[in-house]
């Protein structure tokens, strides 16, 4: 009887296996972003990804082993445009603007492979406590929700644009894993996280 529930077992874990979820990490939607130093995940090439794939492979009885390629290497972004306001005529114009945002900062995750990621709850995590194995997300399992109001007054001169944008800074580290069961490899491939480290307004006026 126990060796027909081993087996019913390892049969379970061999179809969880297969099972395959790619998520992107929401900077893939932003207007501009510069990675400074180091690569995206998704920028690996093949051979460097099959690469990095086998230092992850030695098997073990239970848990990740993990290969970081890029830590907290440093990214400036251009999230949005608040709003654009141009002014085409020859006389100054008044603008007021009222904006009201509510906006969560916390870390942003993506994957490749067969590493999945849980999408319910407030923050993002990788399935199969992969998180409990990476360093660098003790510091950013809470997110924090704000909501402000504010009022832009300002005026407009002839042959000029008003643009706001949401910009900032933040940190990417990525690289492989693997993990383990009874010897079993459940899941294999890469991980990144994204993590914002600093978000502000800037107020630009260009001449068109």
């Not at 993990?66 to 972004?77: F, G, L």
């Not at 199969?128 to 990476?134: E, H, I, K, V």
Request: charged fraction near 25%.
């Amino acid at each position: 009887m126990k060796k027909y529930l081993m087996f019913c077992l390892l049969c379970l874990l061999i179809s969880l296996n297969t099972l395959q979820l790619k998520a992107d990490s929401d900077y893939l939607a932003y207007e501009s972003i510069t990675l400074h130093e180091g690569q995206f995940l998704s920028d690996y090439s093949e051979k460097d990804y099959k690469a990095y794939l086998k230092e992850v492979t030695k098997r073990r009885f239970a848990g990740w082993n993990v290969k970081y390629v890029y830590e907290d290497c440093r990214v400036t972004y251009k999230s949005k445009s608040v709003f654009s306001y141009y002014n085409d005529g020859t006389t100054p114009i008044e603008y007021n603007y009222k904006y009201e945002s509510s906006y969560t900062t916390a870390r942003n995750i993506t994957s490749t492979g067969s590493i999945g990621i849980n999408m319910s709850g407030p923050v993002k995590k990788f399935k199969g406590n992969l998180d409990a194995s990476l360093k660098i997300t003790s510091s950013t399992e809470t997110v924090k929700k704000e909501t402000e109001t504010w009022t832009v007054k300002m005026q407009v001169d002839p042959q000029t644009m008003a643009n706001l944008y949401v910009v900032g800074e933040g940190k990417i580290t990525n690289g492989v894993a693997a993990r383990y069961l009874f010897w079993l490899e459940l899941e294999k491939g890469g991980f990144e996280v994204f993590v914002v480290t600093t978000q502000y307004y800037r107020l630009e006026k260009v001449k068109i």
